[in-house]
C-alpha cells in the first residue's frame, strides 16, 4: 500500500472520514516508528484499537495520555493511515447503514415507529439504530430509567429477539440501576436473570469530570467486553448541578461537547449503540414546545435519535419522535409493567383483529 502512496495526498486523505470497521488491537510493533513505552501510556488511558486511535483529536489525547501533543499527532496520522479505505461511494454507505442491526425496545408500538422507509417495504422490525447515538428525554417519573432498565435486557438477547446480542455498559449519575428490577422483568419474561446482570458493567460517576474520565476510557471497555450497548442515565444531572448560573455556561457546554463527540466516536467504532437519558425544563415562550431538553445546541446536534417519553392516560406513557435523520415525528403509547415495557391492551387487540382480516 505504502508504495502506492502519491505525495502531496497525505493532507487531503485526512480529510476522509475514518471508515475501517476492523479492529485492530494496539500491540508491540503494530505502530511503525513509534516508541512502544509511549504508546503504552496512550494505551493504558483507554485507547487500545487502531481506529480508536485515529479517531482521537491530538489535544484530546495529549491530556488524557499524558504523552505530547506532538507525538499523538504522529501516532494519530500512523493510526489514520493503517485504517482509512480512502472514499466510499454512496452504494457502499448505503449497504452499511442498511446492515446496522436494531435494538427492540420491547414494545411493538414503539418498534414500528422506528421503522425506516425501508424496514417498512422489507418488512422488517423496527428499533433503535446500531452505530447511533439515541436521546431519551422527559419528566420526572416519565419512564426514562425503566426503558433503561428494559434495553439493558432486550440488547443482550440474540437479534432474533431483538436484542444486538452483547454486553452492556451502564454509566449510573443518579444511582438509577436497581438490578432487583431487572430481575423482575427477566423472571416475568422468561429469561435467565443471573446472566443478564453478569452482562452489564455498571460504572458510577460521582461528578462530571469523573463521567468525562470514565467516557475516555470506555474505548477499552468495549473492546475487551464486547459491549453492544452503552446506557448514560442521566447525561447531565451532574454537570446540571455542578454549573449554577449563566456565566458557567461555556465551560458546561464545553465539557458535554467532549462527552458527546467521545459517544459518537465509540458508537462508530465499536459498532455499538449508545442511548442517554436527559431531563426536560419549561421554556417560557408563547411559541413552539413550552418543554425541551436540556443541554442546548450540543446535545440537539449530537444525537442521532432524539426521544421523548410524557405520561398519557389512565397510567400510559407516550414515546415521541422529536428528531430523526428519516422519520416523522410520530407518536406510540406503551405501558409500564412487571414485564418492563409493554405494549397496551387496546394497541394488542387492533394487531390481532388485523391478522385476523
Ligand atoms: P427521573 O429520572 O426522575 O427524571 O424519571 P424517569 O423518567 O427516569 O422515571 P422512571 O423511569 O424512574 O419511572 C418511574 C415510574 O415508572 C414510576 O412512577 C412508575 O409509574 C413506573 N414504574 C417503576 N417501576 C415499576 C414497576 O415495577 N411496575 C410498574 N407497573 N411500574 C413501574
Ligand atoms: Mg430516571
Redesign the pocket.
Known sequence: MGARRVKGMEKNKRRIPVTGTEKITIEEGILKGTTWSTVQKIVKSGINTVGDLARQTPSQLAEQSGVGVDTCEKYIDLALDMVNEGYITGSQLYDRIRNNKRLSTGSRAIDEILRSPDDVREGKRGGIEEHTTTEVS??????????MHMLAIIAQLPEEEGGLGGKVVWLDT?N?LRPD?IK?ICENRGIDYKQILDGIIYEEAYHSLHQQKIISRLPKTCHDYDVKLVIV??MMAHLRSEYIGRGTLAGRQNILGDILQRLGKIAQEHNLTVIY?N?IMDKPTQYGDPQTAIGGNIMGHASTLRLN?RKGRQ?TRVMQIKKSPYLPELEAIFN???KGIEDTEANLKTWEKEKDE
Not at 422527559?138 to 426503558?147: D, H, M, P, S, V
Request: glycine residues 18%.
Open positions: 422527559g419528566e420526572n417519573g416519565a419512564g426514562k430509567t425503566q426503558l443518579e438509577t428490577r423482575q442515565d442521566s437519558t431531563q417519553i397510567g409500564i409493567t412487571d
